[in-house]
């Protein structure tokens, strides 16, 4: 996945949109995805309006891009 410019303008590429029950078990170091239903700072438990997610093989594990484990 890359960033493009396209005429000034940043293209973004689609990224992989899971359930964070969904999320996969395992994927490349840095993989990103959006965790549907991950919560926010300031939101509570079962009310997340989802988040980009990145994954860590080392510690097997899905992190927020704010550095926290991911949650619902």
Do not use: H
């Not at 396209?6 to 959006?34: C, D, E, M, R, W």
């Not at 549907?36 to 997610?53: H, L, Q, Y």
């Amino acid at each position: 996945l890359y960033n493009v410019f396209k005429s000034g303008v940043l293209i973004q590429p689609n990224i992989p949109n899971y359930t964070v029950a969904a999320l996969p078990a395992t994927a490349a170091t840095g993989q990103l995805a959006f965790a549907s239903n991950g919560r926010k700072p300031g939101e509570g438990g079962g009310a997340g309006t989802g988040i980009t997610v990145f994954f860590n093989s080392a510690t097997g594990t899905w992190f927020t891009t704010l550095g926290v484990v991911v949650t619902v």
